[in-house]
């Protein structure tokens, strides 16, 4: 499995990005889990939401609920992160990531996923 994200950038607080993550590499990704992680400097990595690519279930975490959305375009093969009204601690390199989960939700541990993307820089300034 290949993963390409795109789409970092920088942005003023408040604003907007949207986030890609091409996959590639199986035939089918039904039995895949999709998520988006970040790493800030000097901190852990840390999980920011997921999707089951069969059922399209989402889980998010509780920093981003309500201000980011995911999701995915079967016929691509593509999963979106839409973020809005951004703030200068979302500030991160963001991955994204597969795990073969086999339908399993709420999973959070980077060490769960497979296989990872290289990262892109989001940006927000105050």
């Known amino acids: 499995v290949q993963l390409q994200a795109s789409g970092g950038g920088l942005v003023q607080a408040g604003g907007s990005l949207r986030l890609s993550c091409a996959a590639s590499?199986?035939?089918?990704?039904?039995?895949?889990?999709l998520a988006w992680f970040r790493q800030a400097p000097g901190k852990d990595r840390e999980f920011v939401v997921s999707?089951?690519?069969?059922?399209?279930?989402?889980d998010f975490a509780d920093s981003v609920k309500g201000r980011f959305t995911i999701s995915r375009d079967n016929a691509k093969n593509t999963v979106y992160l839409q973020m809005n009204n951004l703030k200068p601690e979302d500030t991160a390199v963001y991955y994204c990531?597969?795990?073969?989960?086999?339908?399993?939700?709420?999973?959070?541990?980077?060490?769960?996923?497979?296989?990872w993307g290289q990262g892109t820089l989001v940006t927000v300034s105050s």
């Open positions: 990531a597969a795990g073969y989960l086999r339908y399993i939700h709420r999973v959070y541990a980077p060490n769960e996923y497979n296989y």
């Open positions: 999707i089951t690519w069969s059922g399209g279930i989402t």
């Open positions: 590499g199986r035939t089918t990704f039904s039995e895949y889990t």
